[in-house]
């Protein structure tokens, strides 16, 4: 199994961990995503950003999305 890092923010992935977020799915399905070249993973965190974003719950500046950032930082 290769490395995988957080693909907004750089943190390590492993495979135990997304496994167990994603239980209802084949482990040979999740073998494929995690192996797969053309696929980016978020970390759990990210990933919630990312979808409170998506569903309008939440937003951020046009700025700091310009950014590459999904974090708001006080």
């Given at each position: 199994?290769?490395?995988r890092?957080?693909?907004?923010c750089g943190?390590e992935l492993n495979?135990s961990g997304?496994?167990?977020q994603?239980?209802?799915?084949s482990?040979d399905?999740l073998?494929?995503l995690w192996?797969?070249n053309?696929?980016e ?19 951020f ?14």
């Amino acid at each position: 199994m290769k490395e995988r890092y957080c693909f907004e923010c750089g943190k390590e992935l492993n495979w135990s961990g997304f496994k167990f977020q994603n239980a209802n799915l084949s482990e040979d399905y999740l073998k494929k995503l995690w192996d797969h070249n053309s696929v980016e993973l978020y970390c759990c965190e990210c990933f919630k950003d990312e979808m409170l974003l998506k569903k309008g719950i939440v937003s951020f500046p046009d700025d700091f999305i310009k950014k590459g950032k999904t974090k708001i930082v006080e």
